[in-house]
């Protein structure tokens, strides 16, 4: 496939002197740099997230769909009485 990319000028002196280097055409150079650069980035171990313990809830979880539409409620009230 053709296309067209515009390359910063420091990125086309390392492509050049890699493909000099390896014997091998611009073109090669540049679709090596790219799968290399892709596939590194695919292979990189994935990021772990850390976990904290927030400790004991102060709302009962068991009803928390109810509290969040009591919350929303609860602003709903107070931009009316604004008059938003």
Do not use: C, W
Request: charged residues 30%.
């Amino acid at each position: 496939m053709r296309t067209t990319i515009t390359l910063e000028p420091d990125v086309v002196d390392l492509l050049r002197r890699e493909a000099a280097q390896q014997h091998v055409s611009f073109k090669d150079a540049v679709n090596s740099a790219i799968r290399q650069g892709l596939s590194t980035r695919a292979e990189a171990e994935a990021y772990e997230v850390p976990t904290f313990d927030l400790g004991t809830p102060v709302v009962p979880l068991t009803a928390a769909l109810r509290l969040a539409a009591d919350l929303e409620d609860d602003a709903i009230i107070r931009k009316m009485d604004v008059g938003k």
